[in-house]
């Protein structure tokens, strides 16, 4: 798992604002008491469903919540797509087949597979990967937003 000092500093920040303990914070968020001990902790980035319900419940973008902007501006699609719709809708978009994609990719093409036949996400560094190929934003790519770029 990867760690974060920037990511761990804006989510103690968060928690703080919030006048929650961490484990009413952990509660209210929906992400379980050790994924946030974690993340508090030592930074460690849990998977990409953990970090949506803190950026929902903090109706920010997962670029402020990692800490690689300071703007907290965010947009909520309206209504929201998933991510599966949009890595398709991408794909036809750049008129592009799966395992064209996999070749520009550090994982194979089986993985596309499997994100849009049982709905999984991906994890949070896959999800950058391919939001830096297809020059989108990571929320964009979930369904988080309907702008391309935060």
Known sequence: MAASEKFKKRLLALIKNSNLHKVQYASAVG???TTLFHATLYGIIPNVTS???IANHENISLDYLLGYTDDKTFYPALPPSTFQER???LAEENNTKF???AR???FETALFYRWINRGNLPTAENLY???EY???SAD???GRTDYKHN
Do not use: T
Request: hydrophobic share 60%; proline share 4%.
């Open 31 to 33: 992400v379980n008491n």
């Open 134 to 136: 297809f020059q989108v």
């Open 140 to 142: 964009y790519l979930l």
């Open 104 to 106: 520009h990719m550090p």
């Open 129 to 131: 990967i391919l939001a």
């Open 99 to 101: 395992s064209e994609i």
């Open 51 to 53: 970090l949506i319900k």
């Open 87 to 89: 890595l398709v809708s």
